[in-house]
């Protein structure tokens, strides 16, 4: 082998290439792939580790048991979250498209795919809004002393009670010791507010006294907005190229930080009073259905489903990837890194309650009260309490970060891919800047000083029941629609072995059934939202639902628009039509389309590249001959041989 394809070959197999495939450095030319496997693994890791699963599960997790929670959570893992994230992977690269192109495989059902982009964009607008409140916590970190430690800043109020350092000048005690002996008093009160707390409330957020009521924009927290968004912009400026190499430190140092703040709390007096309070089995809740509703809703939203971004990230896969294998690797670490945050959660929380001489669920909490109000009062116990606060809050960014890399390029991708002209594809970038410019301007009316209250809003409506809705009509679509034995040969022609029957039958029948379930465990457990003792004007509630149904009436729409355009004389006719695989469906590149997939007619969208580059390809092939040929014909007339005849580049007889 030449040194040029010895350099081609190891440039083939830096990318994942696949042995016995042509060598090239993209497999797909024209949309791109990772650079590897592992840039894939870790931006879906990134993407299904979020927030959540620090400032939820541990929560939910102590509240429904302790460890008996696992027994259910851990269920829901193997029969529906590892499922459904191995078909949408599959179903993504087989496809090699975004959230709204892999409908070709029943064009009737488009409209789930503008659900996805509904969703994604809800999520991206509020998501980007929490980190950029954790990037101002993390700029507030860089101080000698954390400005939520005290009493005794212009925004505290006189019920105001600090657990660490010198009293107010008014306030009872007169050292530490006293301090400490009438703490358990002070925070039985009804009116007790901790530092952290006012310090949220009344100077962070300035929340005004109810939704409706907006008030002025916070420019602190919209600075910290913008930057977030020029972060999230720069990272995606490349696609999946620039942002495949960012997650090899956002993906991962997130886990460097929870060992660190792990390694710390573990030290602490209390805290393993805490991670008995997380972990102690309280087996009589097992057979409490909302205990199972809760473990199957942290699974299904934890892991992403629905919002389309684990479609779009599989579809820059190369075709015959091992996308099973990264199902589960992936789904497993997403649910170990849950249990493992719940640890470094509980035992700051039980190092505070031990430190107050209060029960754990006194100071447990979860979402935006755990991670920008009791987990920063914890800390401020801690000798350097500024570092770890600073630890804290770029591992929240960061987690946060991984997951809306993704968000984004599933919008920015959807659009890409439905346009499909050369020129929208070569200035992709462009449509990154103009989605992330959007984001950034729907985000404004949330850093006001009701923007907490339509935050809370959009994270309790616009991605809840919708996204189960969505996730089982794909279900039905693909499996029943389409046909579970062509989605099984699809999947066997891909990976080069068929799905396992547990997959099989958990697609077909147990993950629609929990889906249904938590649909139903959904709407039997509904409450009007509220926050701390703020209750939602029914004309919010209102907004909510509109929020939520808009993703989810997409799909109707949609559907009764394609039947209206589809050919047949009859209603029937039509709607057999509609729901039919387009003629386009199934691999993108023609070296991939063998068996039913095999090109008889007019090539599709996606093969028309490839035919185009192989033709360059020949062009380029037939004119370096060309020059070869001219070439030899002047070293012919130039070179005499040894018996006065030109040399001759073939060999005689």
């Known amino acids: 082998m030449s040194e040029s394809n010895s350099s081609a070959a190891c440039v083939a197999d830096q990318n994942g290439a696949v042995p016995g495939e042509p060598v090239k450095k993209d497999e797909n030319s024209r949309r791109g792939n990772w650079g590897n496997q592992i840039e894939f693994v870790l931006t879906s890791v990134g993407y299904a580790v979020g927030l959540g699963n620090v400032w939820r599960f541990p929560y939910l997790c102590y509240r429904n048991g302790g460890g008996a929670f696992m027994f259910p959570y851990f269920i829901m893992l193997v029969f529906c979250g590892i499922p459904l994230f191995f078909l949408e992977l599959s179903f993504g690269q087989f496809t090699s498209l975004g959230c709204l192109g892999v409908w070709r495989v029943s ?3 488009k409209g789930v795919g503008y659900g996805m982009m509904v969703v994604s964009t809800y999520i991206g607008i509020y998501y980007n809004v929490v980190i950029c409140i954790a990037f101002y916590y993390f700029f507030m970190s860089m101080t000698n002393l954390l400005p939520w430690t005290y009493c005794n800043n212009p925004w505290n109020t006189p019920d105001c009670s600090g657990v660490v350092g010198p009293p107010r000048a008014n306030a009872t005690f007169a050292n530490v010791s006293a301090i400490m002996s009438g703490v358990t008093e002070i925070v039985n009160r009804t009116k007790r507010t901790s530092p952290s707390e006012e310090y949220w409330r009344n100077y962070v957020l300035n929340i005004s006294d109810g939704i409706g009521n907006f008030g002025e924009v916070r420019l602190p927290i919209l600075g910290c907005l913008a930057v977030s968004w020029v972060v999230v912009f720069l990272c995606l400026i490349r696609g999946v190229k620039s942002s495949g190499k960012v997650v090899y430190f956002t993906a991962t140092f997130p886990y460097v930080v929870l060992t660190i703040l792990f ?15 997380y972990l102690t089995p309280q087996w009589q809740k097992i057979i409490d259905a909302k205990v199972w509703g809760d473990a199957a809703s942290q699974i299904f939203y934890s892991l992403g489903c629905a919002w389309g971004g684990l479609i779009t ?7 015959h990837n091992n996308c099973f294998r990264d199902s589960i690797i992936i789904s497993v670490t997403n649910c170990g890194t849950s249990v493992y945050a719940g640890f470094v959660i509980f035992s700051i929380l039980g190092f505070m309650a031990h430190h107050l001489g209060v029960d754990v669920s006194e100071v447990a909490d979860h979402g935006p009260g755990l991670a920008f109000v009791a987990y920063p009062e914890a800390l401020t116990l801690l000798p350097i309490s500024p570092l770890w606060s600073l630890l804290f809050f770029f591992m929240l960014i960061l987690l946060g970060l991984g997951t809306q890399f993704c968000l984004l390029e599933t919008l920015v991708t959807a659009v890409v891919d439905e346009i499909g002209t050369d020129w929208i594809i070569k200035n992709k970038t462009y449509v990154t800047l103009g989605v992330a410019i959007i984001g950034f301007l729907l985000g404004v009316p949330l850093t006001t000083r009701a923007g907490i209250y339509w935050l809370l809003l959009m ?19 693909i499996m029943y629609v389409y046909g579970h034995k062509n989605y099984f040969k699809d999947v066997e022609m891909m990976l080069g072995f068929p799905p396992p029957a547990f997959f099989r039958i958990c697609w077909r029948f147990v993950s629609p059934l929990i889906i249904t379930f938590i649909l139903i465990f959904t709407v039997i457990q509904y409450k009007p939202i509220t926050y701390n003792d703020y209750v939602y004007p029914s004309w919010s509630l209102v907004i909510g639902f509109a929020m939520a149904l808009s993703s989810v009436i997409c799909i109707p729409i949609y559907a009764l628009f394609k039947i209206a355009m589809s ?4 209603f029937l006719e039509r709607l057999k039509n509609s729901v039919k695989p387009d003629p386009n469906w199934g691999p993108a590149l023609q070296e991939h389309r063998k068996g039913r997939y095999a ?3 007019p090539e599709s969208m996606e093969v028309r590249p490839l035919k185009e580059e192989l033709k360059n390809v020949g062009k380029e092939k037939l004119k370096e001959e060309k020059e070869t040929e001219e070439k030899k014909d002047e070293i012919g007339l130039t070179i005499p041989g040894s018996n006065g005849s030109t040399l001759n580049p073939t060999p005689s007889a």
């Not at 990230?313 to 075709?319: E, G, L, P, Q, T």
């Not at 616009?462 to 039905?476: E, G, N, P, T, Y």
């Not at 050919?567 to 009859?570: K, R």
């Open 107 to 109: 064009p009737m059902f």
């Open 567 to 570: 050919e047949g004389s009859t």
């Open 263 to 277: 390694i710390r709390g573990i030290t602490l007096d209390g805290a393993i009073s805490g991670i008995k309070y």
């Open 599 to 601: 090109t008889t007619g």
């Open 459 to 477: 994270d309790n409506y616009a991605a809840s029941f919708s996204l189960v809705i969505i996730s089982c009509i794909m279900c039905i679509c």
């Open 313 to 319: 990230m599989a579809s820059y896969n190369k075709f």
